[in-house]
Nanobody, 120 residues
Framework: QVQLVESGGGLVQPGGSLGLSCAASGFSFSLYVMRWHRQAPGKERELVAV????????NYADSVKGRFTVHRANTNNRLYLQMNSLRPEDTAVYYC?????????????WGQGTQVTVSS
């Protein structure tokens, strides 16, 4: 059974830091590109960060570049997102996503999300 379980969300003051974690099981984690997305109330889901299957390549949304860092540990099937210099506009539900793309249909697995609230 495929599972992606996010943790680490919560309430933080503007300028603060928070680290999210995503525990994966039930699929070959090290073969999948992993992504963090977020969705704020009333807004569409936004891709925040992407990391390649081996962890050697990352990409970020312009809105978080220089503040967020994504990394992964394939040895224990975990994905991380370190968020620094948080702003109120970072408030959203954050989701981890495992993505597989090949000659066949794409495969996507999603976690249930974790709430991040940036407020004083």
């Amino acid at each position: 059974q495929v599972q992606l379980v996010e943790s680490g969300g919560g309430l933080v003051q503007p300028g603060g830091s928070l680290g999210l974690s995503c525990a994966a099981s039930g699929f070959s984690f090290s073969l999948y590109v992993m992504r963090w997305h977020r969705q704020a109330p009333g807004k569409e889901r936004e891709l925040v960060a992407v990391i390649s299957s081996g962890g050697g390549s990352t990409n970020y949304a312009d809105s978080v570049k220089g503040r967020f860092t994504v990394h992964r540990a394939n040895t224990n099937n975990r994905l991380y997102l370190q968020m620094n210099s948080l702003r109120p506009e970072d408030t959203a539900v954050y989701y981890c996503n495992a993505h597989w793309s090949s000659l066949g249909p794409d495969i996507d697995y999603w976690g249930q999300g974790t709430q991040v609230t940036v407020s004083s």
